[in-house]
């Protein structure tokens, strides 16, 4: 049996990771349509990068070894991307 703080892992990179991902597709989206893309383009194109975001802040966040390291810097990278959103729109 896993002890508990593996299972806090597991959900912080799951649900972390969703939301992280969330705004970075969002960001992503609104940046290739300020760049000149149309915007159901830039819409697809930044839901399918979203896929592999997701996958690589998953990975991450499941070998990261502390709940306190992975939820910094979930939050600080939630943060630079909600700057970002900002911009973006």
Do not use: K, N
Not at 8 to 20: E, N, Q, T
Not at 23 to 32: E, I, M, P, S
Request: hydrophobic share 70%; net charge positive.
């Amino acid at each position: 049996m896993a002890r508990p703080a593996v299972w806090l892992r597991i959900a912080a990179a799951v649900g972390g990771g969703f939301g992280l991902t969330s705004l970075a597709v969002g960001v992503l989206a609104g940046l290739l349509a300020r760049w000149g893309l149309p915007g159901a383009e830039a819409v697809v194109a930044a839901a399918m990068a979203g896929f592999l975001i997701y996958l690589a802040v998953l990975l991450w966040g499941l070998a990261c070894q502390s709940i306190w390291r992975l939820s910094g810097w979930l939050a600080l990278w939630a943060a630079a991307l909600a700057c970002a959103w900002r911009w973006a729109f």
